[in-house]
């Protein structure tokens, strides 16, 4: 209960602040909003490249799955010569 009565005399002193320093609060306002403008610009120009360096990842390592897959068609080929190799030896004793 002592919130709701705390938070409304807080809503209604800002309003009688506001309407008594409207024209301070215009001021105020123009002078931050270039200041928010800039740091939300910065911010956004900052995560956008940092997706990029992501996608950028991303294309690295699709590149490497196709060498991997190369490779791991090698490496079957060479398990099933050892296992016809070790079938012969089995077969000579």
């Known amino acids: ?6 938070g409304a005399v807080a809503a209604v002193l800002g ?3 506001l309407s008594v320093w409207f024209g301070e609060f215009l ?3 123009a002078g931050a909003l270039p200041v928010m403008l800039l740091l ?4 956004a120009l900052y995560l956008g490249f940092d997706e990029l360096k992501d996608t950028w990842k991303k294309d690295d390592s699709a590149a490497d799955v196709g060498t991997v897959d ?4 090698k490496y079957k080929k060479e398990i099933d010569d050892l296992k016809k190799e ?3 030896l089995k077969a000579e004793k």
């Open 1 to 6: 209960m002592k919130t709701l009565i705390g």
């Open 15 to 17: 309003l009688i602040g």
């Open 27 to 29: 001021q105020l306002l």
């Open 40 to 43: 939300g610009g910065g911010l």
């Open 70 to 73: 190369d490779d791991s068609e």
């Open 86 to 88: 070790v079938e012969t």
